[in-house]
């Protein structure tokens, strides 16, 4: 496990921006499954930005997860990506696999389940991915796999319908044997409000993981946490 730890939210996304790019730089191409959330707009601003040339074409965006609404919802990580990166740089369309918020949940599961199982190659039997960046709530979820459904984390599934513990909204997340498979996993975690479970997650000695996130553990050990000293304050106490 590394930890990358910044000052500032800024520096956040230059530092994860920078890993990236390096990540991609001696491959052809690369999978990334993508977090949604609001902690990723700083990093796509700076990518589209200080990266605005960079060959995107090598480049296949995922995402762990997706809301249950429109592609036009503000609501959708999708579209989120798009107003953020995908609309100022130029990649294939292609390149773009979205999870479709506006299809029916349990067949959406099912279809892109079989978009990983075709796209990706299959490690132990599980589509792997090149990289897949994490966010985490104030709860501890991550992807969408929340607390008061954690058995979902362990589904057979490579993606399942989840539901938003206070919404209620359906979402469709990987799974935990999609995330742990990758080649490496990468946290993007801001913020005062995510100290707790961090300090929880990073310091706990005890077994009890009762968090998902604290189930983020890839085969490959490649694991970065990307955070701000507002969200590491805890770790060094
Ligand atoms: C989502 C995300 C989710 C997110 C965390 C953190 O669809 O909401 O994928 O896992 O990463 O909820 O969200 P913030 O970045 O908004 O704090």
């Given at each position: 496990?590394?930890?990358?730890?910044?000052?500032?939210?800024?520096?956040?996304a230059q530092e994860f921006a920078d890993f990236l790019i390096d990540?991609?730089?001696?491959?052809?191409?690369?999978?990334?499954?993508?977090?949604?959330?609001s902690t990723p707009k700083i990093v796509f601003d700076h990518l589209a930005t200080e990266y605005k040339h960079t060959d995107w074409s090598k480049f296949h965006f995922y995402w762990g997860d997706e809301r249950c609404v429109p592609p036009t919802d503000n609501d959708s990580n999708y579209k989120m990506t798009v107003d953020y990166l995908l609309s100022k740089i130029e990649i294939p369309s292609e390149n773009i696999?979205?999870?479709?918020?506006?299809?029916?949940?349990e067949a959406e599961a099912l279809r892109y389940s079989k978009e990983l199982e075709k796209n990706l190659p299959l490690e132990n039997e599980v589509p792997q991915f090149?990289?897949?960046?994490?966010?985490?709530?104030d709860d501890g979820h991550t992807a969408?796999?929340?607390?008061?459904?954690?058995?979902?984390?362990?589904?057979?599934?490579?993606?399942?319908?989840?539901?938003?513990?206070?919404?209620?909204?359906?979402?469709?997340?990987?799974?935990?044997?999609?995330?742990?498979?990758?080649?490496?996993?990468?946290f993007l975690v801001t913020g005062a409000s995510k100290k707790d479970k961090i300090d929880a997650i990073l310091n706990s000695q005890n077994d009890d993981l009762e968090y998902p996130a604290s189930l983020v553990s890839p085969l490959s050990g490649e694991?970065?946490?990307?955070?701000?000293?507002?969200?590491?304050?805890?770790?060094?106490?």
């Open positions: 496990m590394k930890l990358h730890i910044s000052k500032t939210k800024q520096e956040v990540l991609a730089s001696d491959k052809q191409s690369i999978t990334v499954a993508l977090s949604g959330g696999h979205r999870i479709l918020g506006d299809n029916i949940p090149d990289l897949v960046i994490l966010g985490m709530g969408s796999i929340f607390p008061h459904e954690m058995e979902l984390w362990d589904a057979t599934e490579f993606c399942v319908v989840a539901t938003h513990p206070e919404s209620g909204q359906q979402r469709i997340s990987v799974t935990g044997d999609v995330i742990n498979n990758a080649k490496a996993v990468a694991l970065h946490w990307f955070m701000d000293e507002e969200a590491a304050q805890g770790i060094y106490k």
